[in-house]
């Protein structure tokens, strides 16, 4: 993608200059991850916070930063750390890229992150807004992210009718927000609009709700002018989530320590690589697979839903309490785990808690 781009006579020429001093009067300060031009912190700051919001990447940003404080520690991290302190925060392919990106970063740069946008997008799991981030937060090259927040704003600001489900418009939307960057910025001036790109489509200008009477963009903006902002950004195809139905089988035994039958999912997938109780697509494949005495003892749980990008995820949880050990092939695939070590083992989010409903109420938390 081109990276060129200058002034252009249909497009307002003030956005950039209102953008900056709106982010440095009214934008989101303080967060731990601003005032900071390390690319290793920003880097992490950026990949946790796609698709998630800023109050639940917080906690996982310090815990992140307390056990791997730079990018050599974390590329020197076993895979199941990394993806053990990732857990919860969904979007499991980000933690895998995340190591391998690290471990890139130390094996071809010596440790250094590159300095420019098309340096950075080489890396694994480094898109081009993240790169673009990156690279004006730390290096101060003038280059626009365009995320989801940024194309909501400029195709509102600019009353840009391309449909972004197809490839041409979203050039064509790259190539304007590249023509809106300020001119000659300094590296200060690229922290405040870039980060003000981010802020106003985080704060004011939100998907259902834009707030217009508070925007610094009201005076030049089109879609507010046309009266109806919520048509931008125009985008036809719509994702569809399959509905699928999973139950898992969760095995503990009755005496003895705290203690959960999970087996490792494959490497690729949904849930890749994180541990899981063993899954089946029908309630008679687990009668199927297990010793007819056991089955009677099978205990429905109540049902829970859970929502993938693509997916839509019945869970029907299925409860087998075990009076002795089972003897080798009884069970599905899988290895016991402590209770007390299941904090250092990547679960997908909604096994966490039911395997924590099982527990002494508070064991979880001391795991
Ligand atoms: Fe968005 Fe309204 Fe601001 Fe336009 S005026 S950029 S629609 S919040």
């Given at each position: 993608?081109?990276?060129?781009?200058?002034?252009?006579?249909?497009?307002?020429?003030?956005?950039?200059p209102?953008?900056?001093?709106?982010q440095?009067?009214?934008?989101?300060?303080?967060?731990?991850?601003?005032?900071?031009?390390?690319?290793?912190?920003?880097?992490?700051?950026?990949?946790?916070l796609?698709?998630?919001?800023?109050?639940?990447?917080?906690?996982?940003?310090?815990?992140?930063l307390?056990?791997?404080?730079?990018?050599?520690?974390?590329?020197?991290?076993?895979?199941?750390?990394?993806m053990?302190?990732?857990?919860?925060?969904?979007?499991?392919?980000?933690?895998?890229?995340?190591?391998?990106?690290?471990?890139?970063?130390?094996?071809?740069?010596?440790?250094?992150?590159?300095?420019?946008?098309?340096?950075?997008?080489?890396?694994?799991?480094?898109?081009?807004?993240?790169?673009?981030?990156?690279?004006?937060?730390?290096?101060?090259?003038?280059?626009?992210?365009?995320?989801?927040?940024?194309?909501?704003?400029?195709?509102?600001?600019?009353?840009?009718?391309?449909?972004?489900?197809?490839?041409?418009?979203?050039?064509?939307?790259?190539?304007?927000?590249?023509?809106?960057?300020?001119?000659?910025?300094?590296?200060?001036?690229?922290?405040?609009?870039?980060?003000?790109?981010?802020?106003?489509?985080?704060?004011?200008?939100?998907?259902?709700?834009?707030?217009?009477?508070?925007?610094?963009?009201?005076?030049?903006?089109?879609?507010?002018?046309?009266?109806?902002?919520?048509?931008?950004?125009?985008?036809?195809?719509?994702?569809?989530?399959?509905?699928?139905?999973?139950?898992?089988?969760?095995?503990?035994?009755?005496?003895?320590?705290?203690?959960?039958?999970?087996?490792?999912?494959?490497?690729s997938?949904?849930?890749?690589?994180?541990?899981?109780?063993p899954?089946?697509?029908?309630?008679q494949?687990?009668?199927?697979?297990?010793?007819?005495?056991?089955?009677?003892?099978?205990?429905?749980?109540?049902?829970?839903?859970?929502?993938?990008?693509?997916?839509?995820?019945r869970?029907?949880?299925?409860l087998l309490v075990?009076?002795?050990?089972?003897?080798?092939?009884?069970?599905?695939?899988?290895?016991?785990?402590?209770?007390?070590?299941?904090?250092?083992?990547?679960?997908?989010?909604?096994?966490?808690?039911?395997?924590?409903?099982?527990?002494?109420?508070?064991l979880f938390?001391?795991?």
């Amino acid at each position: 993608m081109s990276r060129a781009g200058g002034p252009r006579a249909d497009l307002p020429s003030d956005f950039a200059p209102l953008l900056i001093d709106w982010q440095r009067r009214a934008g989101r300060s303080g967060m731990p991850w601003q005032n900071t031009r390390d690319p290793y912190r920003v880097w992490l700051s950026e990949v946790m916070l796609q698709q998630t919001q800023v109050s639940t990447v917080l906690g996982y940003y310090a815990r992140f930063l307390e056990r791997f404080p730079d990018v050599r520690a974390l590329a020197a991290a076993e895979a199941d750390e990394v993806m053990a302190l990732w857990s919860g925060l969904g979007y499991y392919s980000r933690a895998r890229n995340l190591h391998r990106c690290a471990q890139a970063v130390v094996e071809q740069h010596g440790g250094a992150f590159p300095s420019t946008a098309a340096g950075l997008e080489t890396l694994p799991g480094i898109g081009a807004s993240t790169a673009a981030a990156i690279a004006a937060f730390c290096f101060g090259e003038r280059v626009s992210i365009v995320d989801g927040n940024v194309r909501r704003v400029l195709t509102r600001l600019l009353a840009f009718e391309g449909d972004l489900a197809q490839t041409k418009p979203q050039r064509e939307l790259w190539e304007v927000a590249q023509a809106l960057l300020p001119i000659e910025p300094s590296a200060d001036d690229m922290t405040a609009y870039t980060q003000g790109l981010m802020d106003l489509g985080a704060t004011v200008c939100t998907r259902s709700r834009p707030a217009c009477g508070q925007c610094p963009m009201q005076g030049i903006c089109r879609g507010y002018q046309a009266g109806e902002p919520q048509r931008f950004p125009v985008k036809t195809r719509t994702l569809k989530r399959r509905h699928e139905s999973w139950w898992l089988l969760l095995v503990k035994l009755a005496d003895g320590p705290e203690r959960f039958w999970l087996q490792r999912r494959p490497a690729s997938g949904i849930w890749a690589g994180l541990y899981c109780p063993p899954v089946f697509e029908s309630e008679q494949g687990v009668h199927r697979d297990l010793p007819p005495a056991w089955v009677d003892r099978v205990i429905a749980l109540d049902a829970v839903s859970h929502s993938l990008t693509h997916r839509e995820l019945r869970l029907h949880p299925l409860l087998l309490v075990l009076t002795s050990e089972p003897l080798p092939g009884e069970l599905p695939p899988g290895q016991w785990v402590d209770a007390g070590l299941l904090s250092q083992h990547g679960l997908p989010a909604p096994v966490k808690p039911l395997l924590q409903a099982l527990l002494a109420p508070d064991l979880f938390e001391r795991t």
